[in-house]
């Protein structure tokens, strides 16, 4: 069995974006020459997730509203008890909660193998297993 672990990071200059990382497994899925098998991609950081949805910039911005409303960015103590830390962003790990931690896809003939207009969209950690 092959194997390949790797790294990825993002700065992402706002509080809330999305990054489609696909092009960037694929390669990974590519050059780890695995033709039958899997890759996990994990968010490897407590705020952030993963998913796999349309790449369409409607689709995102609603997301956005809808993650806005289920947990709204509020720094202050009173509404989250977790920024009575000195942090700031308890609405990020409730986000995190709805979105996702990782996303695992299968490898078929070398290629991910998706639905139509499936994407990926952020992650940190890129783990192909498979033969």
């Known amino acids: 069995m092959k194997s390949t672990t790797e790294y990825l990071t993002f700065e992402i200059p706002q509080r809330v974006g999305f990054i489609n990382i696909t092009p960037r497994v694929e390669e990974i899925v590519r050059a780890s020459g695995v033709q039958e098998g899997l890759v996990l991609v ?56 709805v979105m996702g931690r990782e996303v695992v896809v299968a490898i078929t003939n070398g290629k991910l193998d998706f639905g139509p207009w499936e994407q990926i969209f952020y992650g940190v950690l890129v783990k192909v297993i498979g033969e």
């Open 42 to 97: 994990n968010a490897m950081h407590i705020t952030a997730s993963v998913f796999i949805n349309d790449d369409e910039p409607g689709l995102h911005a609603d997301y956005q509203k809808w993650l806005e409303r289920l947990a709204p960015f509020d720094a202050s103590p009173q509404t989250y008890q977790h920024n009575r830390t000195g942090e700031d962003n308890a609405d990020a790990h409730m986000k995190r909660q």
